[in-house]
């Protein structure tokens, strides 16, 4: 599992620790951990640090003092260092005193011009950190719109990145690396932020910090989740999903929806609606009825929406008045934005909401007040608008979008690390759905149950893309058990097992991290 936590977190453990150590203590520690990442991705590209160029971007604060520091650890094995100090007034006195002792230049940004950022092996961004608001000032905006030097290292998050969100509000720099201290922060792990981070390292430096504001699965965390079935299991003890989905308009949303839910480790599949005919024409071991939830036989979840058309309204109704866990999608969505929140009030059982923006757009306006907010501003800031959906409905809300979250009314948030735009495509969600009802309904937890659906569906998406290739939703359903199998070391799933590559080797883009860089520690 990777844990990051907020600013305010950060700085509350930062306190609480600097007590009792003698000054300057947690930066040196976190100085050492940057300049041997640094020193790595030297040697890894160019062999050696020697005779390197490397170029320190330093701001105004502690996150310029860091970058400044490693700048002179790295300048007494042999690199050539130029400073470039963005604040001069304001430069960290004792990482500026420590990289002239080194032999390090230091200029102005008037005086260095942007050809000692092009021109270097390894710039670090050490622009802001964990004190930023807001994006890149204009002395540093160019460095944005520059061509790109060698590698760019950011220190503790990428500048102009929001921290807590991952909002990116203006301009940013984006790294091929970031070093971070003590504990990722969230917006390492959501875009638009995730995206200027490229592969994250932690440096531990010894904080005791409080639970996560937000986690994200690996591959472990996800096999232990999984549903296993034992010798006394049968279908009930396994789990009956319910699917209650498609139209006469939308009969492909069906058998989407169930495609997911067979591959989710429910033990049986029972589906209601009007594409009956089709879905038992293709999945003969799916139990059909015609006509709505209420009527249908025992099932341990729900999935109502996917492409429900017409039939979505009494779909909903009937499902919500059940006291077993309901995910809500697609039309069920558009369908519960118009009845608000008090439609789930009277709810015994968990329910799950799996909104793309448009849809928590919708959801919002018909749980606010306000005026209707816009799906663009929405995306942008995925996590707080996770956060005001569960908080609005009382329900677990699962955003999709580049990078999935899911969060919890109690506040606890998770962001998926495994997404790919190739799933971006009609009837995705559907299959999603369907995979998360299933794991709903053997027994995870909401936020469980929507995390390791997320995480396996953009596995399933990466492989069905290979290096690069249009993918469709079914595409992305038959991948599922392979991916199963992925999670679980790739060989006999065994609970607990998990040593595939973790996904955080990759950048979100799906390129490789840069050269030497190890992938995102744990902690
Ligand atoms: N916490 C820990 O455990 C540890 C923390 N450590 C390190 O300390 C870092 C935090 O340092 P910090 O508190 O000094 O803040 P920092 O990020 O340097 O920024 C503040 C300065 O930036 C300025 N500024 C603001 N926004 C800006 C913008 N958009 N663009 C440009 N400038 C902007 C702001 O100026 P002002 O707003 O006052 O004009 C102020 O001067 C942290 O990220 C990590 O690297 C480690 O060394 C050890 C353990
Ligand atoms: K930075």
């Known amino acids: 599992m990777r844990h990051a936590h907020t600013v305010e977190q950060v700085r509350a453990a930062e306190a609480a620790l600097m007590a009792r150590l003698p000054d300057g203590t947690l930066m040196q520690r976190a100085v050492a951990g940057l300049a041997a990442t640094c020193a790595r991705l030297l040697a890894g590209a160019r062999g050696r640090v020697y005779g390197s160029r490397v170029v320190v971007l330093a701001g105004s604060g502690d996150n310029g003092g860091d970058a400044l520091y490693a700048g002179a650890l790295l300048a007494r094995r042999g690199a050539a260092v130029t400073a470039v100090l963005l604040d001069p007034a304001r430069a960290h006195p004792g990482g500026l005193a420590a990289l002239r002792a080194a032999r390090g230049l230091v200029l102005t940004e008037q005086e260095a011009g942007l050809a000692a950022f092009t021109g270097a092996d390894l710039a670090l961004d050490g622009i802001v950190g964990i004190g930023g608001r807001g994006g890149l000032r204009p002395p540093a905006?160019?460095?944005?719109?520059?061509?790109?030097?060698g590698t760019v290292v950011a220190v503790d998050v990428p500048s102009g990145v929001d921290p807590d969100t991952g909002e990116v509000p203006g301009v940013a720099l984006r790294a091929d690396v970031t070093v971070a201290f003590g504990t990722l922060k969230p917006g390492l792990l959501i875009d638009p932020g995730a995206s200027y981070a490229g592969a994250v390292q932690l440096v531990g430096i010894g904080l005791d910090l409080p639970p996560a504001a937000l986690t994200a699965l690996q591959h472990p965390d996800v096999?232990?989740?999984?549903?296993?079935?034992?010798?006394?299991?049968?279908?009930?003890?396994?789990?009956?999903?319910?699917?209650?989905?498609?139209?006469?308009?939308?009969?492909?949303?069906?058998?989407?929806?169930?495609?997911?839910?067979?591959?989710?480790?429910?033990?049986?599949?029972?589906?209601?609606?009007?594409?009956?005919?089709?879905?038992?024409?293709?999945?003969?071991?799916?139990?059909?009825?015609?006509?709505?939830?209420?009527?249908?036989?025992?099932?341990?979840?729900?999935?109502?929406?996917?492409?429900?058309?017409?039939?979505?309204?009494?779909?909903?109704?009937?499902?919500?008045?059940?006291?077993?866990?309901?995910?809500?999608?697609?039309?069920?969505?558009?369908?519960?934005?118009?009845?608000?929140?008090?439609?789930?009030?009277?709810?015994?059982?968990?329910?799950?909401?799996?909104?793309?923006?448009?849809?928590?757009?919708?959801?919002?306006?018909?749980?606010?007040?306000?005026?209707?907010p816009q799906a663009d501003g929405l995306a942008a800031a995925r996590l707080r608008t996770a956060h005001r959906l569960a908080s609005a409905y009382r329900a677990t809300a699962l955003l999709k979008g580049s990078t999935t979250v899911v969060a919890e009314p109690t506040g606890e948030a998770r962001s998926n690390p495994t997404g790919t735009s190739w799933l971006a495509t009609a009837g995705s969600g559907d299959v999603l759905a369907g995979l998360a009802g299933s794991l709903l309904a053997a027994g995870l937890a909401p936020l469980d149950a929507a995390s390791a659906a997320a995480y396996l569906h953009g596995l399933a998406g990466r492989r069905a893309a290979g290096r690069g290739a249009p993918v469709t939703a079914t595409d992305v359903a038959r991948q599922l058990p392979a991916v199963w199998r992925d999670v679980h070391g790739g060989a006999a799933p065994a609970r607990g097992a998990g040593r595939g590559a973790r996904p955080d080797d990759a950048r979100p883009d799906g390129r490789r991290a840069a050269a030497g860089a190890r992938p995102g520690g744990r902690h």
């Open 141 to 149: 905006q160019p460095y944005a719109a520059a061509p790109r030097p």
């Open 223 to 372: 096999a232990a989740l999984l549903p296993r079935p034992d010798t006394e299991s049968d279908k009930y003890r396994r789990g009956v999903v319910g699917v209650a989905a498609g139209s006469a308009r939308y009969p492909g949303a069906a058998l989407l929806a169930v495609a997911g839910a067979l591959r989710g480790g429910a033990g049986a599949v029972r589906y209601v609606g009007t594409a009956a005919e089709e879905v038992v024409r293709r999945f003969p071991e799916v139990l059909v009825t015609e006509g709505g939830p209420a009527g249908a036989g025992r099932v341990q979840a729900w999935v109502v929406g996917p492409g429900g058309g017409e039939g979505a309204e009494r779909a909903l109704r009937e499902a919500l008045a059940s006291d077993v866990p309901v995910l809500v999608d697609a039309d069920g969505l558009t369908e519960l934005a118009r009845l608000g929140p008090a439609a789930l009030a009277g709810r015994t059982a968990p329910t799950l909401l799996t909104p793309h923006t448009g849809e928590a757009a919708r959801l919002l306006a018909g749980a606010d007040q306000g005026p209707p």
